[in-house]
T-cell receptor, first 114, second 112 residues
Framework: AQSVSQHNHHVILSEAASLELGCNYSYGGTVNLFWYVQYPGQHLQLLLKYFSGDPLVKGIKGFEAEFIKSKFSFNLRKPSVQWSDTAEYFCAVNADSSASKIIFGSGTRLSIRP | DAGVIQSPRHEVTEMGQEVTLRCKPISGHDYLFWYRQTMMRGLELLIYFNNNVPIDDSGMPEDRFSAKMPNASFSTLKIQPSEPRDSAVYFC??????????FGPGTRLTVL
């Protein structure tokens, strides 16, 4: 069965530190990849997406992610985090281009110390 | 576009009562999803529709839960009878085929 793994459950960083959140998926075919962010008390919002083309994807708020097909990975990065980045981050995969069901990872909670 | 609209935003009810959650997807989207989020279980897909037809309801926890989509602009998720363990935030999302999903603000349900 398709699955998405986010290995870090809770990450704590200081402001200005660099961020990398891991995401691995289990499907071997063509995939669409997403990162969503959920700020405290809010709904999930799309940070960035990959469908095809350049494997380095730029998103909103300075986030980027790199699709490495050989590693089945789609890690999220940000060079310098801010206190306002405190949120939960979800990696997601759609492995069926004929449908829209997305498999979500369990999420990584990011806490930024001011 | 106003985005995905959900109502009510908060619902407090007593055990045994019927609860109906409502969702209006983004106009033109042909997929609609219902999710439940709790601290213990995380984000769970309950059911999704394509062109108003239920495609996969394997995530619906039990017969007390039902969902309908009578037209392209409206869906309901009903719980009857409700139980305290149903307390959660229920999200509705919509999308075009194989594209990103857009989530509504959620309904926070508390069953006493």
């Amino acid at each position: 069965a398709q699955s998405v793994s986010q290995h870090n459950h809770h990450v704590i960083l200081s402001e200005a530190a660099s961020l990398e959140l891991g995401c691995n998926y289990s499907y071997g075919g063509t995939v669409n990849l997403f990162w969503y962010v959920q700020y405290p008390g809010q709904h999930l919002q799309l940070l960035l997406k990959y469908f095809s083309g350049d494997p380095l994807v730029k998103g909103i708020k300075g986030f980027e992610a790199e699709f490495i097909k050989s590693k089945f990975s789609f890690n999220l990065r940000k060079p310098s985090v801010q206190w306002s980045d405190t949120a939960e981050y979800f990696c997601a995969v759609n492995a069926d281009s004929s449908a829209s069901k997305i498999i979500f990872g369990s999420g990584t909670r990011l806490s930024i110390r001011p | 576009d106003a985005g995905v609209i959900q109502s009510p935003r908060h619902e407090v009810t007593e055990m045994g009562q019927e609860v109906t959650l409502r969702c209006k997807p983004i106009s033109g989207h042909d997929y609609l999803f219902w999710y439940r989020q709790t601290m213990m279980r995380g984000l769970e897909l309950l059911i999704y529709f394509n062109n108003n037809v239920p495609i996969d309801d394997s995530g619906m926890p039990e017969d007390r839960f039902s969902a309908k989509m009578p037209n392209a602009s409206f869906s309901t998720l009903k719980i009857q009878p409700s139980e305290p363990r149903d307390s959660a935030v229920y999200f509705c999302a919509s999308s075009l085929v194989a594209r990103e999903q857009y989530f509504g603000p959620g309904t926070r349900l508390t069953v006493l």
